[in-house]
Structures are given as C-alpha cells and as structure tokens.
C-alpha cells in the first residue's frame, strides 16, 4: 500500500487499526469521522450529537456504553447543548 501522508485511513476494526497505526497511517473511526465533521463545519454539533445517540440502535458498531456516554456528554459541554 503506497502511504500518502495525508491519507486516512477509515476503519473501527480493531485489528485494522492496529495495524495500520503501526504502519504510520493515521486511523479514523466512525466517532472521529463525527467529530472531524464538525471541525470542518459539515455537521453541526447537535446533529452530530443525534447521530451519536443513535449509535447503538442504528448500526453494527459496538461501543462500550460509558464510552460512548463520554463522547456526548464532552460533546455537550463544549458546544452548549
């Protein structure tokens, strides 16, 4: 695989992640992707947040629970919401 240093690598595979972390990719998940998006003003915060919530029903993802507790009430605190 050819590196291009501003590439992602996209993936909430564990062992993918890993890997390619020690390759020197830098590695997104579904919830950096999330978060990336409001950086770069393509969701606001509390769609992002809908989104978050909606995690556990709406996909094949497994986070732990007090994890992703964590993320959204971060997420609150530094948007307001």
């Not at 240093?5 to 990719?25: I, N």
């Not at 579904?30 to 919530?53: D, F, H, M």
């Amino acid at each position: 695989m050819e590196k291009n240093p501003e590439a992602l690598f996209l993936t909430d595979d564990c062992a993918a992640r890993l890997v390619a972390g020690k390759m020197g990719y830098n590695v997104h998940g579904t919830i950096g992707i999330l978060l990336r998006a409001i950086r770069r003003e393509l969701l606001k915060p509390s769609e992002v947040l809908n989104l978050l919530s909606e995690l556990p029903q709406r996909g094949s993802l497994y986070i732990r629970t007090s994890l992703l507790n964590e993320i959204i009430e971060r997420l609150k605190n530094r948007f307001n919401l």
